[in-house]
Each structure stands twice: as structure tokens, then as C-alpha cells.
């Protein structure tokens, strides 16, 4: 096989088609559906995404929920600006943190947050120097958070988030994201009970998205490329759903990346899931053979990002870059808050 470079997964995207607000209604987008066999496409509604949906199959959802992770902070002695972006939970009150600017953030460095409900003290430096910070606050954590926290959006959002329920989907339930699963923002309540309706089954595993959404990947050749590790969990429900399926020849669709990621995470050498929680740093690429997944649905994704490359490992890279190109052409809004993929 020939050697994966960066550079092989790079597109044109125009500024214009990033989009920066929520559409007004989840469900609105609009939904390309690409044939990995083919490379043929349709262009579509989202709604029609139930079409495509069969009885027996099985839809994977990440139910991980976004907390309002990025602090703005002042240094205690020079009254310095520092934004904290909090990563995951390590024990306690101790968190493992991405700090801006770094070099502010000393081992020692106290930093207050909301006129001192919130301080933080840097108490150690990790892989890639995150900062692991204790913090010290009166009452709840997650109640003092939600008070000054604002939700991570990616960086190029640049527009603020008038309401941050829209950064989270309908069946978000265990808190621990930096990032929201974006795929699954196109779902409303309604739409998923129409296709449960249709016969096809629900499966709900967690990967809390951490630091590897938010980390280009800098080794132009990609198995140099080492993925940041995030913490995922499949309940023996979830896996007995997703089996029995395989079992039975129905399809396992997931959705977004990080649900594709848990489950190809969690199978055995023979593709059957098996219930447990870990972290995972699972980087699938182009020759990647998919254990359990047969289709995903996805949003579209930033070039040379570790997302397109695993939306080639499924479809094919000239497939995927067509498929691009082609949305491009045709005006689709892309990334986070933009228009959906059905890769089938």
C-alpha cells in the first residue's frame, strides 16, 4: 500500500460555506447521500434520511453531553487573561486542561475564574502541555461551570451561541465533551421517533470528544500522526443491540465519527461489540477494515483533518474528495453547525 500523506486529503473549501449559526430548525439541512461502492450522489433533505433507513437495522447515537468547558480566567498576582479549556476530569477536582497562553500557566500558577467562585490552581504539565489544574469552588461543580463556562465552539466559529442547547443533541445525557458529536444536531425527537416507528432500533454508547477534535494533524505522513486518547463506553445493552443486528443481517449505521470510533473501538477480532468503557485512540485511515460499521451518517469535515480521513477509509478517498467537490459546487454549508452525509 502506498504511503498515506497529509496532503492527499486536502480540498478547496471557500470561507463563505462554514457555517456559523445553527439552521432555525434541527431536521432543515440538507443532506447529500453518497454510494461508497459507486461514488455516485443524491442530493437530499435530512428528513429523507428515513428512506434510507431500513426495519432490522440499528442507528448507533452518542449520547455524550457537551459541557460549557472554556473559562475566562485572570493570573492571580499579574491579573493576566487566561482561557481554560477543560479536557477531561482525571480525579477529583483535578481536571486535565488546554490553557492560552501556556507560558502564563506555570506549575504553581493560581488563576481565578467569576470573580473568585472558581480557582484554579496548575499542579502539573502533561503530553503536549495541557495543564492538569485542581480546582477549589463552594457548592456543586458542575452548577459553578454552568454559571461561567461557555460552550468550546470550534475555532472557526466565530459567531457567539445564542442559546447552548443548539451545541447539543436532543439525547445528550452523560456530561464529559469538549465538542459536541455534530452529526447527531440534526436529529429532533420527532425524526427519530418516525424512524423507530419504521422498525429500526436505536443503540446509545458514549465517547466523551476531547482534544483530538481540536488537533490538526501536523506529520505529513499519517501513521506518524498520534491521536490525543478519549474515554468511550458501551453498556451490554447497547452491545446485544448492535450484535443481535449483525446477527440477524441488519445494518449498523452510525452516527458521526465518535460513534464509529466507540464501536470499532469496542469489537473483537471477530466484529462483535463487547460491553465495557476505556480510552480509546483509535485512528481508522484509508485501508482500515471496518469491524462493525456499514454506514455512517456525518457532517462534512475540515481537509487533512483525521475526520475526512476516516470518511475515505469507508468510501474510498477519490469518492469522498468527488463527493466534496461537488458540495462545494453546489453551495453545502460545512463543518458543525452545516449539512449532513449518508455514506451507504
Known sequence: MKELLKKDFYFDLPPELIAQDPLENRSGSRLLVLDKETGAVEHRMFTDIVEYLHEGDCLV??????????????????????????LRRRENDVWETLVKPGKKAREGAVISFGD??????????????????QFQYEGIFEEVLDRLGEMPLPPYITHKLADKKRYQTVYARYEGSAAAPTAGLHFTRELLETIRKK?????????????????????????????????????QEAADLINSTKQAGGRVICVGTTSCRTIESAADADGKVVAGSGDTEIFI??????????????????????LIMLVSALAGRENVLNAYKIAVRERYRFFSFGDAMFIY
Open 61 to 86: 447515537l452518542n449520547d455524550t453531553k457537551v459541557i460549557p468547558a472554556r473559562l475566562m480566567g485572570i493570573k492571580a498576582g499579574t491579573g493576566a487573561s487566561i482561557e481554560v479549556l477543560l
Open 285 to 306: 485511515y484509508p485501508g482500515y477494515q471496518f469491524k462493525v460499521l456499514d454506514d455512517l451518517i456525518t457532517n462534512f469535515h475540515l481537509p487533512e483533518s483525521t
Open 199 to 235: 422498525g429500526v432500533r436505536t443503540a446509545c454508547v458514549t465517547l466523551h470528544v476531547g482534544l483530538g477534535t481540536f488537533r490538526p494533524v501536523k506529520e505529513e505522513n499519517l501513521l506518524n500522526h498520534h491521536m490525543h486518547s478519549e474515554f468511550y463506553q458501551v453498556t
Open 116 to 133: 473568585g467562585l472558581l480557582t484554579g490552581k496548575v499542579v502539573g504539565v502533561v503530553d503536549e502541555g495541557n495543564r492538569l489544574i
